[in-house]
């Protein structure tokens, strides 16, 4: 490598920064696309447009060098990574004839890799919530209640960029009509303080609480094993009502692609209120949930189109 302090910058420098393994565009735009599983580096890319290589003795323009430190610069920001010594605050002029090297290739390289290790820290203010549409149950139960729903991110890609850069969708539940003390017990179990359930990259958790499972509630890239969901359901969220004449009863979430993994951006999601009681009360309608979606909008934004959620309806026994 010929990068010096101060000296002209050249191409191997620049696309060693800038497009090859490991670069940047590994983190802000997709090394990786179609690829399903951490391992294959699939929760890296932001989907971000990606910095095009410069051939092997031309010149490196003001451009070029400029759009690398706009990746930088959106990425820390995003992250709310600081690197040290800061990258320029102002791109080289457009006039320049040579672009000099900012600092050693060492401090480069670590700004790069800092950059690439926090590519899932989210700073706060740099998503943009969506509102989704409210639907409500429209018939009494007794022991089970499911809801359905399905994420349409429009493809595979998108919704790894969606993920990768922070996004979630969120889950809220609400019992307004409650009344008796076991519709409320399931009231204060899928509304405020625990709504919304937030489903990310990694996992899905309450707004307050923990998880009191014998399980690691997951996200779209099961951290438990670096893959994706599967195509059969799986539980991302478990809570018991409580103790005594409750504990038998509880929330589940599952959630599942529609598809293999690589196809399409397709995610199912089912909501099961279950009254596990030997002699269940009959619970009143009224019951409703709402799908938002927390979508990258600051310094990153997300590439796809909007998050398309599909309401599946209400079954009832």
């Known amino acids: 490598m010929t990068y010096i302090t101060g000296g002209n910058v050249q191409a191997a420098d620049y696309n060693t920064f800038a497009t090859l393994s490991a670069s940047m565009n590994e983190v802000y735009a997709d090394l990786h696309a179609g690829t399903t599983t951490i391992a294959a580096g699939a929760d890296y890319g932001y989907g971000k447009t990606a910095l095009v290589p410069v051939v092997a003795g031309n010149s490196i323009t003001a451009s070029q060098w400029g759009l690398l430190f706009d990746s930088m610069r959106n990425s ?36 790069v890799s800092l950059l690439r290790t926090n590519r899932h ?104 094993t670096g893959n994706p969901l599967t195509t059969s359901y799986q539980i991302i969220y478990y809570k018991a009502l409580g103790a005594g004449y409750y ?45 938002n979606n927390a979508t990258s909008a600051g310094a990153v934004v997300y590439p796809g189109p909007a998050v398309i959620i599909t309401n599946g309806g209400y079954t009832y026994t």
């Open 121 to 224: 820290n989210l700073f706060a203010g740099q998503t943009s919530l969506n509102i989704g549409t409210t639907y409500s149950s429209v018939s009494t139960w007794l022991t089970l209640l499911t809801y359905t729903f399905q994420a349409n991110f429009s493809s595979w890609d998108n919704a790894r960029y969606f993920f990768n850069s922070g996004g979630s969708l969120q889950i809220i539940g609400a019992y307004p009509g409650a009344a008796s003390p076991i519709e409320l017990a399931w009231q204060t179990a899928i509304s405020s303080p625990k709504a919304p359930f937030t489903f990310n990259w990694n996992s899905t958790s309450p707004a307050t609480g923990t998880n009191d499972a014998p399980l690691n509630p997951i996200g779209f890239w099961k951290e438990s």
């Open 76 to 111: 820390g920001t995003h992250q709310n990574t600081t690197v040290s010594p800061p990258v320029p605050g102002s791109n080289p002029s457009a006039g320049s004839s040579t672009i000099a090297a900012f600092n050693s290739p060492a401090t480069m390289a670590a700004t």
């Open 247 to 291: 504990t038998s009863s509880f929330v589940q979430i599952e959630a599942k692609l529609t598809n293999i993994a690589g196809t399409n951006g397709l995610v199912d999601f089912k909501i099961s209120l279950i009254d596990g009681d030997p002699t269940p009360n009959l619970k009143s309608v009224g019951i409703n949930f709402t799908v």
